[in-house]
């Protein structure tokens, strides 16, 4: 049983910052990377930001320059810094375990956060 619990979320005024936690806790082997997606009204889930066990990282290129994932192995958790917010970063924010190893499974999957609101707004 994994459990994945987001954090850090609210409501913050344009050219603002916001800090997103998400721990996953659980009998835990091992995750390959860790994601943060979001979903604003009426759009599709996107890919924000990603990290893996390598340490490298991708970003949607509309955050590039004011997101900063990172991760911290031994407990998993990873964190989104966010800087110089926008009205268009309005959504909720959801983390994502990518194959992910966890006791009582053979196989790896995946996992989803239940999400956080991030509100952009004057």
């Known amino acids: 049983q994994v459990q994945v619990v987001e954090s850090g979320g609210g409501l913050v005024q344009p050219g603002g910052s916001l800090r997103l936690s998400c721990a996953a806790s659980g009998t835990i082997f091992s995750i390959f990377a860790m994601c943060w997606y979001r979903q604003a009204p009426g759009k599709q889930r996107e890919l924000v930001a990603r990290?893996?066990?390598?340490?490298?990282?991708t970003y949607a290129e509309s955050v590039k320059g004011r997101f900063t994932i990172s991760r911290t192995g031994a407990k998993n958790t990873v964190f989104l810094e966010m800087s110089s917010l926008k009205s268009e970063d309005t959504a909720v924010y959801y983390c994502?375990?990518?194959?992910?190893?966890?006791?009582?499974?053979?196989?790896?999957?995946?996992?989803w956060g239940q999400g956080t609101q991030v509100t952009v707004s004057s």
């Open positions: 994502y375990l990518e194959k992910a190893w966890v006791g009582g499974t053979e196989a790896e999957f995946d996992y």
């Open positions: 990290i893996n066990t390598a340490g490298t990282v």
